[in-house]
C-alpha cells in the first residue's frame, strides 16, 4: 500500500508527463503534467490516440522506425516536434516503454516527455550567433566559407564557375568619426539590406567585419 502510494505520488507529482496507452494505443491515463505542457485535460484524450498531438512535422517513415523499435527493442527515445491544444508547435524530448504479460505479449505502453522548446530556441540563438553578423543580421565570415564550399562543390560537379566580389566602403571613416558609430553603424545596414535586394534568391551576401562585404 506504501509503494501504491509512492507511485501515486510521483506520477501526480512529476514535472514530465506522463502517458499511458493500452494495447491498441488508446490513452488510458495521463498525470497533471501532461495537461500543463499539451493544454488537453485528462477527459479529453482518455480513449483517444496520442497521434492527436501530431504536429505532421514528422513523416510516415520517422514512425515507421519508431514502432519497429517498440516492437524489437521494447523501448524508443528521441525528439519529436507536437503540436499542443492552442496549435503551438513544440519540442518535446519523449521515451516510450513497451510493458508486456508473461507472453510477450504488449500491455501498455508508458511515454514520459518534456517540453524542450527552450533548449531549441537556445540552440537556434547559438546557431545564428555563430553565423550571422550580429549588426546586420547577413552571414558572417564562417558561414560565407561554408557556403563557398558549397558553391565550389557545385560549380565542380556541373562544370560552371563561381563569382565572388569582394568590397569596402569608401568615405566609411569619416561617417563614423563626424557623426558617431551610431550612424556609421545605420549605413552598414542599409548596405547589407540594398546588396541583399540586389542579389538573386540563391547568391549570398556576407559581412566579414568592419565596413568588408
Not at 546557431?127 to 560549380?155: E, W
Request: charged residues 25%.
Amino acid at each position: 500500500e506504501e509503494m501504491l502510494r509512492i507511485n501515486a505520488s510521483v506520477f501526480d507529482n512529476s514535472q514530465e508527463a506522463i502517458l499511458i496507452t493500452d494495447a491498441g494505443n488508446a490513452i488510458v491515463e495521463v498525470n497533471p503534467a501532461f495537461t500543463r505542457i499539451t493544454g488537453y485535460s485528462r477527459e479529453e484524450v482518455l480513449g483517444r490516440n496520442p497521434k492527436l498531438l501530431n504536429s505532421g512535422r514528422q513523416d510516415k517513415a520517422f514512425y515507421t522506425a519508431m514502432w519497429q523499435s517498440l516492437q524489437q527493442k521494447k523501448a524508443w527515445r528521441g525528439e519529436v516536434w507536437n503540436r499542443r491544444k492552442s496549435g503551438e508547435v513544440y519540442a518535446e524530448l519523449l521515451s516510450i516503454a513497451v510493458i508486456c504479460d508473461d507472453d510477450g505479449r504488449a500491455q501498455r505502453h508508458v511515454g514520459v516527455f518534456s517540453d524542450i522548446s527552450y533548449l531549441k530556441e537556445h540552440e537556434a540563438e547559438l546557431s545564428r550567433a555563430a553565423h550571422y553578423d550580429a549588426l546586420t543580421g547577413i552571414p558572417n565570415r564562417v558561414l560565407l566559407a561554408d557556403r563557398m564550399k558549397q558553391a565550389i562543390a557545385h560549380a565542380m560537379r556541373e562544370q560552371n564557375m563561381v563569382a565572388i566580389c569582394y568590397l569596402d566602403l569608401d568615405g566609411f571613416k569619416p561617417i563614423n568619426d563626424s557623426m558617431g558609430h551610431e550612424a556609421g553603424d545605420q549605413v552598414l545596414i542599409d548596405v547589407a539590406r540594398r546588396i541583399e535586394n540586389t542579389i538573386r534568391g540563391g547568391d549570398t551576401v556576407a559581412r566579414l567585419g568592419g565596413d568588408e562585404f
